[in-house]
């Protein structure tokens, strides 16, 4: 028997080279995982780097349903990662493309490889605004209220 797909959220960000093209691009390479359809985009949203230097990035949010087990479903974002030029020569380094799984259902996942929900997220204006503009019901007001002097803009 088939397990039902879960929904998941995917936090996309780019800040080298077409940032906006790239998150685009990313949305379509995610479209196309196996077992994964896309069922709801954000808008891109720009942003000042946060604990990092370079240019603003340009970030998004889609839903997915797969049926892709958590770790797989990163194991194939960390993949369309490196098919983008994903580079990590330090930690928080500018990037051509950066995939976050930030939600798999309401699985809570500790392990080396994995963490859900995303340990940051509730913490970045970056991924609270376009993941509330698609999946309003994930984002609480008092989340929002915290990220408030965060500067985000719709693009």
Known sequence: MEKPPVTAYIGLGANLGDAAAAVTRAMDAIAALPATR??????????????????????????????????LLLAQLQRLEQQAGRERPYRNAPRTLDLDLLLYGDATVQSDVLTLPHPRMTQRAFVLLPLAQIAPQRVAAGQLEQVRGQQVRRL
Request: glycine letters at 2%.
């Open 38 to 71: 896309v069922t709801q985009r954000s808008s891109l949203y720009a942003s000042a780097p946060v604990d990092a230097e370079g240019p603003d990035y340009v970030n998004a949010v889609v839903e997915v349903e797969t049926t892709l087990p958590a770790p």
